[in-house]
């Protein structure tokens, strides 16, 4: 009896076997399914600069749609994955979570953008552990020598392109030269690496341009009193005024501002003055603010990666969102372009080496200009194109960005002429 189960079970296992022998192959154990390429994204989805993460949603959802969730890679889809960490608006935030996304989640290559606040941490992490890091919207003068850049050696793994401080100055000189002042210039430069960047590297071309500075002096944010910047702006008969701030304390300025009776002819906002939402709540005192434009849906730029135009980015965004589209929206959207063109050039996807040399090698054309980071004007780093713009009235609108100045650009169209603040 033992014997006949024996031999019975001998002839059950040589049938599966068989069966299995001449049963199809599943594609997997054949050929394995190729591995899915991970991209992290630090983003400053809460706190003060959160402003700046405005359109990561509506772009996610369009890179989705757009993809597929896929790249056509060589021939090949290759899944992808987005990892997005908040940074909370807090440097040493950025560089923790950009630590996570490099030794946890094992990223293939980062994105970072939003001020010098978010990118430079998340830079100097990827610079440290050998990751190939893709960012924008951080001036290049503070991101490169704010982290201590060699213009002589550059960095090995990291990338930014976006304007520098010493254009946005020239555009900004450009528009405030067609405003009637006494050229006087009131600034407010906090204790960062925008403030401390632009206290350095502007003083020269604005005195060269027959202004003078008013400068109080650096300051640690957050700040809520700014009574002695005011004051010494009045004692001095500034009529133009230059800050690099966070909303909240550009907001606790200008209110203090116009309770003091001070009334500038020129006021350009930085970090601030880019963003409707940063504009609206002042209502008729929002009019003719200036700012530096990176991107508009004027540009004249397109999508590698959807093929839109830049208004009709800007026109899907307005639809989507029932929001006004801002600046950010462009190289927002341009982050993703370049990060994919680096993975399709990258010879080897398992290798972050060759990743980084895909990306020291770009040479793209994206919805924000061309991106070439040899083309400098530092290492490691590509200049986009900036004009001037105003906030005015608008039928659609509270306020709209108008082009008032394209002196840096000229491919820009102009919407208006610069005004004085009434």
């Known amino acids: 009896m033992r014997k006949t189960g024996a031999v019975k079970r001998r002839s059950v296992l040589k049938g599966m076997a068989a069966a299995a022998a001449t049963a199809p192959m599943p594609l997997g154990a054949a050929f394995a399914a190729p591995r899915t390429l991970k991209i992290g994204l630090v983003a400053p989805q809460t706190g003060p600069i959160s402003l700046f993460s405005e359109h990561i949603p509506f772009v996610l959802e369009q890179v989705k749609r757009a993809t597929g969730g896929n790249l056509d890679i060589g021939g090949t889809k290759r899944p992808f994955e987005i990892v997005v960490k908040d940074s909370q608006s807090n440097p040493n935030r950025a560089a923790e979570v950009a630590s996570e996304l490099i030794l946890r989640d094992k990223i293939d290559i980062m994105c970072a953008f939003a001020t010098p606040e978010t990118v430079n941490p998340v830079s100097d992490q990827c610079e440290l552990n050998g990751v190939p890091c893709v960012s924008n919207d951080a001036p290049l003068e503070p991101w490169f020598f704010g982290r201590h850049g060699d213009p002589k050696k550059g960095f090995e793994w990291t990338y930014n392109y976006f304007f520098s401080a010493d254009a946005v100055i020239r555009a900004m000189l450009a528009l405030w030269n067609k405003v009637p002042t006494n050229k006087k210039l009131g600034v407010l430069w906090p204790n960062d690496d925008d403030g401390n960047a632009f206290s350095k590297v502007m003083p020269p071309p604005i005195k060269e341009a027959g202004f003078s500075i008013i400068d109080p002096g650096r300051f640690d944010l957050p700040a809520n009193n700014f ?151 530092f290492p490691n780093t590509s200049l986009t194109p900036v004009v001037g713009g105003q906030w005015r009235k608008s039928a659609k609108w509270p306020l709209e960005l108008v082009i008032v100045d394209n002196t840096l650009a000229p491919m820009v169209p102009l919407g208006g002429q610069p005004e004085a603040m009434s």
């Open 227 to 377: 009574d002695a910047q005011i004051a010494a702006f009045k004692a001095a008969g500034a009529e133009g005024v230059f800050t690099v701030t966070p909303a909240a304390e550009f907001t606790v300025f200008w209110n203090a501002c116009a309770q003091q009776g001070y009334k500038p002819k020129i006021v350009t906002p930085g970090k601030v003055g880019e963003f409707p939402p940063g504009v609206y709540p002042y209502g008729d005192r929002g009019i003719n603010i200036s700012i530096e434009v990176w991107w508009s849906r004027h540009h004249p730029f397109s999508s590698g990666m959807t093929g839109q135009s830049s208004a009709e980015l800007a026109d899907e965004y307005e639809k989507a969102s029932g929001r006004q589209a801002s600046m950010g929206l462009g190289f927002r959207h341009a982050l993703f372009e370049t990060a994919f063109d680096t993975l399709r050039r990258a010879k080897d996807l398992d290798k972050r080496e060759s990743i980084r040399d895909a990306l020291r090698d770009m040479d793209y054309k994206s919805i924000v200009g061309p991106v070439n980071f040899k083309k400098g004007p």
